[in-house]
């Protein structure tokens, strides 16, 4: 397979460079480092549809990053689109809401097991705000606890001490503990009584650079009843996971009931909206905190994520994920040991983490990623990856194929590696 070439991608990043903060920012920036080789990665997509995108050059990428999530169904899915449309032909962002809000919240409020209620949003982190401001609200309490290097979004209280731009006061309520450690929140909770809000956390450990680490046996059911003694609001952060693990919530999943769960990725297949969904006695506090943005109410998004939630039920999608991720990660397992390398696949396998365990330096993990990315298969070399009910089995082939050629270019660089 010849490695691709990313000529227009290069001549309009340095037109974004004059125009745009780091040309592209966030995690898919270059110059923050999380693409490396930055050569070895497009910057610009031109059109998607189902498993794949095609950048600027042409290239054609399955993408096992889903727009980092969004895409659950796959790119442009007809009756996502379709509902949309008709939407946005009734009208989108309007100075009422549209009925489709109702018919949104009705219908998160019957498919998630733990929710009375459900607020709209736009972002992930708007929802894990908005959660935290209510338990404040429903407490009178101002500390927050959350997981060490555990992700909320990018708010100011998010952040850690010594960030660009973040003020010692905006975090100054922050307690933090190791993920899985019930005794560190049992003390803390002792130090601090009478004055926790909540708890936030993921279903599950989610680090970046880092493998992946499920919940402990009866760790949630210990969590839930520790927030449920002591008065403290118990927040899952389902951003990430929502609707890949379990339809009903990954509270449902690993069996116990959030307070409060916050989604948006999936929610709506790319549409851009997000929800807190609560039970009910926090539904006044949620009342009482005025919390709204210019786009909140735009209907489009409301009927796209009616579409979305309908038809993973009828593709009953958690456990086709499973399937496909079960697939293509065991595959690439047998692929890297057949070059002697131990691919580690960690976390929950819709949405898998992968390094090579024996390359502490993680040089040649990265190159072979950049060299898959190079040959049409988009991995990323950091960050949790995603599969999307649109991938095939013959996709999954295609992925292996790449998978083992990469492997024997970067080895061809490293002969004394293995």
Not at 83 to 100: F, H, I, N, Y
Not at 129 to 134: E, G, H, I, L, P
Request: include cysteine; charged fraction near 20%; glycine fraction near 8%.
């Amino acid at each position: 397979m010849e490695a691709y070439k990313y000529t227009n991608s290069r001549l309009l990043f340095e037109r974004a460079m004059k125009v745009i903060p780091a040309g592209v920012y966030g995690h898919l920036g270059p110059v923050e480092g999380s693409m490396i080789p930055p050569s070895a990665f497009p910057f610009f997509s031109r059109e998607a549809k189902g498993a794949y995108f095609w950048d600027v050059d042409g290239n054609r990428f399955i993408d096992y990053m889903c727009a980092y999530g969004p895409n659950i169904l796959g790119y442009n899915d007809e009756d996502v689109d379709r509902a949309a449309r008709e939407q946005r032909e009734l009208g989108d962002c309007v100075t009422l809401p549209s009925v489709k809000m109702v018919e949104f919240a009705e219908l998160l409020v019957d498919t998630v097991h733990s929710a009375d209620w459900a607020f709209f949003a736009k972002n992930g982190g708007d929802a894990t705000s908005f959660a935290v401001m209510v338990a404040r609200a429903a407490t009178g309490r101002k500390k927050a606890v959350l997981v060490n290097k555990g992700y909320h979004g990018v708010a100011p209280w998010t952040k850690l001490a010594g960030n660009p731009g973040i003020a010692p006061e905006e975090i100054a309520n922050n307690l933090y503990v190791d993920w899985n450690n019930i005794g560190q929140l049992e003390a803390l909770i002792s130090a601090y009584p009478g004055q926790i809000a909540c708890f936030i956390a993921s279903p599950y450990f989610q680090g970046n650079f880092v493998d992946n680490v499920l919940p402990d046996q009866d760790y949630w059911q210990k969590v839930r009843s520790l927030c449920t003694k002591h008065g403290i609001v118990l927040i899952i952060d389902d951003v990430r996971c929502g609707f890949r693990l379990d339809l009903s919530g990954s509270d449902h999943h690993y069996g116990f009931e959030a307070d409060l769960i916050c989604f948006c990725k999936a929610l709506a297949n790319g549409y851009n909206v997000s929800a807190l969904c609560g039970i009910d006695a926090l539904k006044s506090a949620a009342s009482s905190v005025f919390y709204t943005g210019s786009y909140w109410f735009s209907a489009v998004p409301f009927a796209a994520g009616i579409a979305t939630l309908h038809k993973l039920k009828e593709l009953e999608a958690p456990k086709r994920l499973q399937a496909l991720g079960s697939k293509l990660t065991s595959g690439l397992t047998d692929v890297a040991a057949g070059h002697g390398l131990d691919l580690r696949i960690s976390g929950e396998l819709p949405m898998w983490y992968m390094r090579i365990a024996n390359d502490p330096s993680q040089v040649l993990h990265q190159e072979w990623i950049a060299a898959c990315v190079q040959r049409g298969v988009f991995f990323t070399n950091h960050h949790n990856h995603f599969i999307n009910a649109a991938l095939t089995e013959e996709d999954i082939a295609f992925t292996l194929d790449v998978a083992d050629e990469a492997f024997r270019a970067v080895k061809k660089m490293h002969p004394s590696f293995v």
